[in-house]
Every structure is written in C-alpha cells, then in structure tokens.
T-cell receptor, first 112, second 112 residues
C-alpha cells in the first residue's frame, strides 16, 4: 500500500531535549516536505527536499533541521525544542515538486 | 510565490452544489492550481489539480478562467461527509522552486 508513515504519532517532551520525528514513504517520490499546523494559521512549510541530499528552507525553518540521506526517509530534527514548537506536524511526499502530495497521519508534539 | 485568498468559511446543505473560489492574482506562467481537503487531525488529501479551463474527476470539478487569476472548486451534491477544510495551492510543477505556500483554507460546513 502506497503510504507516508510518521513516528511517533504523539510526543510530549520537555524544553531543550533533542528529538527526531521520522518520515518514510514507499512510493519512490523525489519530493518530500514537512509542515506544521497551528489553529488559525493553516499549514506552513518548514523544510522541503527536491531529492536526495537536496534540502531547502520553507516558510518557518527556525528551530528545525532536516536531512535526506535516502530517498524514502526525511526526518525532522528539533535540536532544542521550545514550547512554541508545540504543534501538529505533517510530512508529505510527491513524485516531483508541485505534483499531488501524499500526507502522513501527523505527529502531535507537545513541548512543556 | 503566488499568494492565495479564499473565503474563511462557507455553509451549505446536503444535496447542494458548492463552489469555492480562490484568488491568485500573481500566478506565474508555470504554476498549477491544486486543491486539498482536510478533516480534523488528519493530513490533507489531494482533490484535483489543473492548469487552465476545466478539469473534472470523480469527486470535483475545477474551473480556471483564461486569465488564471482565480479558480473555482465545484463539489456536486455535497453530503455531511464533505464537511472539511479546503485548501487552494498554487505552485510550479516539476520546476526548480520547491517552496509551497498553503492559504488559510475554507471551512465548509454541510448541514442536513
């Protein structure tokens, strides 16, 4: 089954404790992206990757890191999480940029 | 990147046709228009994509006038299960730019 998976689905952590949210797709897609969604603010792009080893900033990259060492995986790293990063996070992938995106189920992160 | 503007919310009744218009005055020559549907706490789901004139699939139609400065998503005979947030997205497909900006979305409420 074609899908995008994210782990964990729910995470409660404390300020400053490094964490990684994994994202994996099994569709051999070139393009992958991370979004955060907050009430009243819609979906905002954090980082995207056009292909392996090619990543770039989206609209709200501050406080986040990403890497794309393999085509299928695109982890999101929070080196020192802060409460303002409490949000719902979605990973997505598509054949190439601008094509139909497939979204993961979301990761609800709470930073206390 | 072209910014999109949509109504914040719309109400409808079961069985009616719903038209949601998105304004994108600064759309570029290579940009495509894409619509997504999102239910609470789920990732967005692709509905339809188009470049010009009219595109139709099994769930919706997309109307794009000649100047491409706006587009209209048409949902025929909506049901309660169509209650969701609908996002319009404009972006270069397969080009060099990977950044994507979602608008605020339109919250559609379908009543019995």
């Amino acid at each position: 089954e074609a899908q995008v998976t994210q782990n964990p689905r729910y995470l409660i952590t404390v300020t400053g404790k490094k964490l990684t949210v994994t994202c994996s797709q099994n569709m051999n897609h070139e393009y992958m992206s991370w979004y955060r969604q907050d009430p009243g603010l819609g979906l905002r792009q954090i980082y995207y990757s056009m292909n392996v080893e090619v990543t770039d900033k989206g609209d709200v990259p501050e406080g986040y890191k990403v890497s794309r060492k393999e085509k299928r995986n695109f982890p999101l790293i929070l080196e020192s999480p802060s409460p303002n990063q409490t949000s719902l996070y979605f990973c997505a992938s598509s054949y190439r940029q601008g094509y139909e995106q497939y979204f993961g189920p979301g990761t609800r992160l709470t930073v206390t | 990147l072209a910014k999109t503007t949509q109504p914040i919310s719309m109400d409808s009744y079961e069985g009616q046709e719903v038209n949601i218009t998105c304004s994108h005055n600064n759309i570029a020559t290579n940009d495509y228009i894409t619509w997504y549907q999102q239910f609470p706490s789920q990732g967005p789901r692709f509905i339809i994509q188009g470049y010009k004139t009219k595109v139709t699939n099994e769930v919706a139609s997309l109307f794009i006038p000649a100047d491409r400065k706006s587009s209209t998503l048409s949902l025929p005979r909506v049901s309660l299960s169509d209650t969701a947030v609908y996002y319009c997205l404009v972006g270069d497909r397969g080009g060099q730019g990977g950044k994507l900006i979602f608008g605020q979305g339109t919250e559609l409420s379908v009543k019995p």
